[in-house]
Nanobody, 125 residues
Framework: VQLQASGGGLVQAGGSLRLSCAAS????????MGWFRQAPGQEREFVAGISRSGGMTNYADSVKGRFTISRNNAKNTVYLQMNSLKPQDTAVYYC???????????????????WGQGTLVTVSS
Protein backbone atom coordinates (compact mmCIF):
# COMPACT_ATOMS: atom_id res chain seq x y z
CA VAL A 1 0.00 0.00 0.00
CA GLN A 2 1.30 3.43 -0.94
CA LEU A 3 0.08 6.58 0.77
CA GLN A 4 0.33 10.09 -0.65
CA ALA A 5 -0.47 12.99 1.66
CA SER A 6 -1.20 16.50 0.44
CA GLY A 7 -2.86 19.73 1.45
CA GLY A 8 -0.39 21.24 3.86
CA GLY A 9 0.50 24.90 3.81
CA LEU A 10 0.76 28.13 5.72
CA VAL A 11 -2.31 29.40 7.55
CA GLN A 12 -2.99 31.98 10.21
CA ALA A 13 -4.10 31.00 13.68
CA GLY A 14 -7.83 30.40 13.72
CA GLY A 15 -7.85 29.31 10.11
CA SER A 16 -8.58 25.97 8.49
CA LEU A 17 -6.88 23.44 6.25
CA ARG A 18 -7.90 20.09 4.84
CA LEU A 19 -5.32 17.38 4.38
CA SER A 20 -5.84 14.48 2.01
CA CYS A 21 -4.21 11.06 1.87
CA ALA A 22 -4.66 8.97 -1.25
CA ALA A 23 -4.06 5.25 -0.82
CA SER A 24 -3.12 2.96 -3.68
CA UNK A 25 -2.22 -0.67 -4.00
CA UNK A 26 -3.98 -3.98 -4.08
CA UNK A 27 -5.13 -3.92 -0.46
CA UNK A 28 -5.58 -0.18 0.00
CA UNK A 29 -9.34 -0.48 0.37
CA UNK A 30 -8.93 -2.81 3.35
CA UNK A 31 -7.02 -0.34 5.47
CA UNK A 32 -7.94 1.49 8.62
CA MET A 33 -6.22 4.86 8.44
CA GLY A 34 -4.74 7.44 10.72
CA TRP A 35 -3.01 10.79 10.89
CA PHE A 36 0.09 11.54 12.93
CA ARG A 37 2.20 14.65 13.26
CA GLN A 38 5.72 15.54 14.25
CA ALA A 39 6.72 19.01 15.34
CA PRO A 40 10.36 20.16 15.21
CA GLY A 41 12.37 18.58 18.00
CA GLN A 42 9.45 16.46 19.18
CA GLU A 43 8.40 12.86 18.80
CA ARG A 44 5.73 11.84 16.36
CA GLU A 45 2.28 11.82 17.93
CA PHE A 46 -1.07 10.37 17.03
CA VAL A 47 -3.71 12.81 15.80
CA ALA A 48 -6.73 10.87 14.57
CA GLY A 49 -7.79 7.46 13.32
CA ILE A 50 -10.67 6.02 11.32
CA SER A 51 -11.81 2.46 10.83
CA ARG A 52 -11.90 0.71 7.49
CA SER A 53 -15.63 1.29 7.15
CA GLY A 54 -15.46 4.85 8.40
CA GLY A 55 -17.90 4.08 11.17
CA MET A 56 -15.46 4.57 14.03
CA THR A 57 -13.05 7.39 14.72
CA ASN A 58 -10.74 8.44 17.53
CA TYR A 59 -8.79 11.59 18.26
CA ALA A 60 -5.99 12.91 20.39
CA ASP A 61 -7.32 15.09 23.19
CA SER A 62 -5.40 18.06 21.79
CA VAL A 63 -7.45 18.11 18.58
CA LYS A 64 -10.88 16.94 19.73
CA GLY A 65 -13.59 19.33 18.63
CA ARG A 66 -11.30 21.04 16.11
CA PHE A 67 -10.19 18.27 13.73
CA THR A 68 -12.35 15.79 11.85
CA ILE A 69 -11.13 12.67 10.10
CA SER A 70 -13.22 11.18 7.31
CA ARG A 71 -12.81 8.92 4.31
CA ASN A 72 -14.17 8.33 0.84
CA ASN A 73 -13.81 4.62 0.24
CA ALA A 74 -14.75 4.94 -3.43
CA LYS A 75 -11.66 7.10 -3.88
CA ASN A 76 -9.47 5.34 -1.28
CA THR A 77 -8.84 8.74 0.24
CA VAL A 78 -8.78 9.89 3.85
CA TYR A 79 -9.17 13.49 4.90
CA LEU A 80 -8.27 15.53 7.95
CA GLN A 81 -10.29 18.70 8.28
CA MET A 82 -8.47 21.02 10.65
CA ASN A 83 -10.33 24.03 12.03
CA SER A 84 -9.44 26.64 14.63
CA LEU A 85 -5.78 25.99 14.01
CA LYS A 86 -3.26 27.03 16.62
CA PRO A 87 0.48 27.71 16.33
CA GLN A 88 1.10 24.53 18.33
CA ASP A 89 -0.52 22.54 15.50
CA THR A 90 2.52 23.37 13.36
CA ALA A 91 4.09 20.08 12.32
CA VAL A 92 4.72 17.68 9.51
CA TYR A 93 1.56 15.58 9.18
CA TYR A 94 1.77 11.95 8.11
CA CYS A 95 -0.94 9.53 7.10
CA UNK A 96 -0.71 5.88 8.05
CA UNK A 97 -2.60 2.68 7.37
CA UNK A 98 -3.05 -0.93 8.33
CA UNK A 99 -5.14 -3.67 6.74
CA UNK A 100 -7.94 -4.83 8.99
CA UNK A 101 -10.97 -7.04 8.74
CA UNK A 102 -14.21 -5.13 8.32
CA UNK A 103 -15.41 -5.68 11.87
CA UNK A 104 -12.33 -4.14 13.45
CA UNK A 105 -12.54 -0.54 14.58
CA UNK A 106 -9.72 1.94 14.79
CA UNK A 107 -6.12 0.74 14.88
CA UNK A 108 -3.96 1.10 17.96
CA UNK A 109 -1.44 3.87 17.55
CA UNK A 110 1.58 1.56 17.44
CA UNK A 111 0.03 -0.90 14.96
CA UNK A 112 0.11 1.15 11.77
CA UNK A 113 2.39 -0.37 9.15
CA UNK A 114 2.09 1.82 6.06
CA TRP A 115 3.28 5.41 6.09
CA GLY A 116 3.08 8.24 3.61
CA GLN A 117 5.50 11.09 3.16
CA GLY A 118 4.68 14.08 5.30
CA THR A 119 2.98 17.31 4.44
CA LEU A 120 3.99 20.45 6.31
CA VAL A 121 1.41 22.52 8.16
CA THR A 122 2.56 25.86 9.48
CA VAL A 123 0.25 27.96 11.64
CA SER A 124 1.32 31.53 12.18
CA SER A 125 0.29 33.54 15.22
Amino acid sequence: VQLQASGGGLVQAGGSLRLSCAASGRTASRCAMGWFRQAPGQEREFVAGISRSGGMTNYADSVKGRFTISRNNAKNTVYLQMNSLKPQDTAVYYCAGKETILSVGVVAEHDYVYWGQGTLVTVSS
